[in-house]
């Protein structure tokens, strides 16, 4: 079949945060490439891919491109699953033969409950979806394709087997050439990378044990499984060349860092090609290995700290000890490695004095730039399960986004309300980024690059929009 790939119009200042995983509205406005969707898109012959927030594209914008499709795929979320199948039922109203499915965690999690949700949906592909998405678009007849929840002929929803998960991920294409042929790349940007970037995986799945963490609990599993070096290096080889503008190349597994030899071994054969590039880390690569990083090419860690107070670490199962991280933070400072810091409010165990000790705590080890998110109990996730058995959900009706995008903290406890944690966010970035030697430091890089001038000025517009936003939404 003729299969189009659709990020669908969102809200105004979507960011498919993580490869599209997580949307909402961030303090500074980014966008992720959508390589979930690229995956499945480089397995089926003669597709498209439309990413439609970060081309600014309206439902309108894509309308007369569907009728030369015979299926549409959308890639859907907790957050965006209304808005996801009210364009489903726009694409059914506008050609009822086409055969309309859905990919992503919710659905994975949620199977039959989306589709009674949508009498537009012909079906969802639940688990790890590209080869399942290749069967469907085959032409394979769907009783017999493993991981997919269909409407019968008769209307009923039949849930297959589970899919296997992939070992082999070399069996796996290229995304960029996809990349290539359908998306602008500079439409794709971060506040901590360089622009133009590029992402893509290097592996799947994450042996962490995070409670709130939903991609493991729910697609990719805890088994990390990785594409080998010489594949990933053939992909770098031709994205350098069909993309000879991209700056940095950023390596979004959950935690490229959790197999240091290999991870060793991949920044010396990128070194070879003398090229930026920077990856998602957990607090505790020894500083030796930091030093090879370094040393062939890594600008950037994106870090989860999630919180500074080792019980709460503990309660998420983080597997981390605050000494260690600090330690971690120091060798990069000294080695010359930039760091995003990820922080959570919220989570299991935090009181008034937990979120003090937070925010003293990335003061004292200051990565260069940092995020602030609320923790949001995803379904499929063990931090839902204890949110539901603990009544910890404020209101069970409630999504995790107001209706312009922004994330709500839906945790509430008997000793910290969820309007107290919603507060707090905005604490934390003022007491963060409003010290002396971090305005400098800011300052300094302004100075120091007109580029950087530009470019930081357009998000510190976006940052103090986001604070009013966020008090409009309080």
Request: glycine letters at 8%.
């Amino acid at each position: 079949m003729r299969t189009l790939f659709l990020q669908a119009p969102s809200f105004d200042g979507y960011d498919g945060g993580a490869g599209a995983r997580y949307q909402m509205k961030r303090e500074v406005k980014s966008f992720w490439y959508p390589t979930w969707l690229a995956q499945p898109a480089a397995l089926v012959e003669n597709s498209k891919l439309i990413d439609a927030p970060p081309h600014k594209l309206k439902f309108s914008d894509i309308a007369p491109q569907v009728k030369d499709y015979d299926m549409v795929v959308m890639h859907t979320s907790t957050p965006s699953f209304d808005s996801d199948i009210r364009t489903a039922q726009m694409l059914r109203d506008l050609k009822p033969d086409l055969k309309i499915g859905l990919v992503g965690a919710k659905v994975a999690v949620e199977p039959m409950q989306s589709l009674e949700a949508c009498s537009a949906l012909d079906f969802v592909a639940r688990e790890e979806f590209d080869f399942t998405i290749k069967e469907v678009a085959d032409g394979r007849d769907w009783s017999k394709i493993d991981g997919i929840t269909y409407r019968n002929r008769e209307g009923v929803i039949v849930g297959n087997a589970d899919r296997r998960i992939l070992e082999n991920m070399d069996e796996l294409p290229f995304v960029t050439p996809v990349y290539k042929r359908d998306l602008q790349i500079e439409n794709y940007f971060g506040g901590y990378l360089k622009h133009p970037y590029m992402s893509f995986y290097t592996g799947r799945g994450c042996k962490s044990r995070c409670t709130f963490c939903l991609w493991p609990q729910t697609v990719g599993g805890h088994n990390y499984r990785t594409r080998s070096i010489g594949h990933v290096m053939d992909e770098l080889r031709y994205a350098r060349a069909a993309f000879p503008e991209v700056k940095e190349f950023f390596f979004d597994d959950d935690t490229l860092t959790d197999n240091l030899p290999r991870i060793e071994a991949l920044a010396k054969e990128i070194g070879k090609l003398g090229i930026t590039w920077s990856c998602n880390a957990k607090a505790n690569v020894p500083r030796d290995t930091l030093k090879v990083l370094k040393d062939n090419g890594l600008r950037l860690l994106l870090v989860g700290y999630e919180s500074g107070n080792q019980q709460i670490l503990h309660n998420i199962k983080k597997g981390l000890r605050t000494d260690v991280a600090r330690r971690f933070t120091k060798d990069c400072h000294e080695l010359g490695i930039v760091i995003h810091g990820t922080f959570i409010l919220g989570l299991p165990g935090e009181t008034k004095e937990t979120i003090e000790e937070t925010i003293n705590f990335a003061k004292e080890i200051n990565p260069h730039t940092i995020q602030i998110s609320l923790a949001a109990p995803y379904p499929g996730t063990f931090l839902y399960k204890q949110a539901m058995e603990n009544g910890w959900l404020y209101d069970e009706g409630q999504d995790l986004l107001t209706a312009g995008g922004t994330q709500i903290a839906p945790l509430s406890y008997p000793h910290l309300n969820h309007t107290e944690i919603f507060t707090s966010v905005e604490d934390f970035y003022r007491r963060f980024y409003f010290r002396a030697p971090k305005i400098a430091s800011i300052v300094g890089e302004m100075v120091r690059s007109p580029e950087m001038m530009k470019r930081r000025l357009r998000e510190g517009v976006e940052f103090f929009r986001f604070l009013r936003d966020r008090k409009e939404a309080a």
